[in-house]
């Protein structure tokens, strides 16, 4: 069977990095892997290849922190998703659809439809979009300042140029999840006020982002964005190297990608050694229970971010 062509879903097209949640050295520097024989991940291999096995382990556990909060394709990160869906008519001239995302940060775009592919285009402005927490109220009616009227049975509807209970096509861009970057370059210096970093998306005015680089850690907020460059709204107290994360992602999210990371070592056998305080190298249980502990502990730090349904 031959195919001529093919009717694509929208969200093929999602723009944003899925970072993971964890430099390396915030993973070396944490008391709880401190805990752990990182020496021998790769037997006999140098600080290099030890740091490479600790940073694929960080970009599996990062994955599976999106798998369960987020389904197989989702993410918690910062992404502008498109969907399409159907939805009816209210009596103010208004759809209403819900993304069902653990964070819903704004509505890029809309454009809706009587039928299938025939697309009118709905401002983005807030006369024509209300977003909520978890949803995003469209008006496809009317316009800035037309009065609305309740009453009796449809009539308010009819003003506003649709009839209430109609079926619409609709399809909606939004920006949903934590931002979550690296800086991509070692410039940023105490007393500056900008970072530059891999992936700025999601980053906005008057967010509070934290900087996470063992001591010197700091938290501010975002003055403006441009590019991939973050000005801050106060000056850096300290200088900050390549590859430091920048993020508003919750600490219980990175401390849940610990616990899965050091699941995987335990795993191992001997890179699962427990360093006791006199520095000797105590067995732990068997390591499925081990591993099985921290994963407990991983998943129940993640089920607050659990969405609705995954971000498809």
């Given amino acids: ?3 001529g062509s093919i009717v694509t879903v929208p969200n093929i097209t999602q723009v944003g990095l899925a970072e993971p949640y964890l430099s390396v050295e915030e993973f070396k520097d944490d008391p709880l892997a401190n805990s752990l024989d990182l020496s021998q991940l790769v037997e006999n291999g140098g600080r290099a ?3 490479s096995a600790i940073y694929r382990m960080i970009l599996r556990a990062s994955s599976k922190i999106d798998a369960h909060t987020c389904g197989p394709t989702g993410t918690l990160n910062a992404t502008q998703v498109t969907k399409q869906g159907q939805s009816f008519v209210n009596r103010e001239g208004c759809v209403t659809v819900n993304p069902g995302e653990p964070r819903l940060l704004g509505c890029t775009g809309v454009e809706w439809g009587y039928q299938m592919g025939a697309w009118s285009q709905i401002p ?7 977003v909520e927490e978890t949803t995003i109220r469209l008006k496809i009616g009317g316009g800035a300042g037309t009065v609305q ?8 509807a ?3 140029g649709r009839t209430s209970g109609e079926k619409v096509y609709v399809n909606y861009s939004y920006l949903a999840g934590w931002p979550n970057s690296f800086t991509s370059t070692g410039s940023a210096v105490a007393g500056g006020d900008t970072l530059t970093v891999v992936d700025s998306t999601g980053f906005m005015s008057g967010m509070q982002v934290t900087i996470w680089d063992g001591f010197s850690t700091e938290t501010d907020y975002v003055l403006s964005v441009s590019g991939n460059t973050i000005t801050l709204v106060n000056p850096l107290a300290n200088n900050h190297g390549l590859g430091v994360n920048v993020t508003t992602i919750p600490a219980s999210v990175k401390q849940a990608c610990i ?15 427990m360093i006791s305080s006199d520095g000797s190298a105590e067995a732990v249980s068997s390591r499925a229970e081990a591993t099985d502990d921290d994963e407990a502990m991983a998943y129940d730090l993640l089920d ?3 969405a609705t349904w995954g971000r498809s």
Wanted: net charge negative.
């Fill in 1 to 3: 069977m031959t195919f």
């Fill in 49 to 51: 290849a030890q740091d």
């Fill in 124 to 130: 983005v402005d807030a006369y024509h979009m209300w």
């Fill in 149 to 156: 009227f309740a009453g009796v049975g449809d009539l308010s």
């Fill in 158 to 160: 009819l003003f506003q």
């Fill in 259 to 273: 616990h899965f990371i050091i699941g995987m070592v335990k795993s191992r056998g001997q890179g699962g050694l």
């Fill in 304 to 306: 607050q971010f659990v």
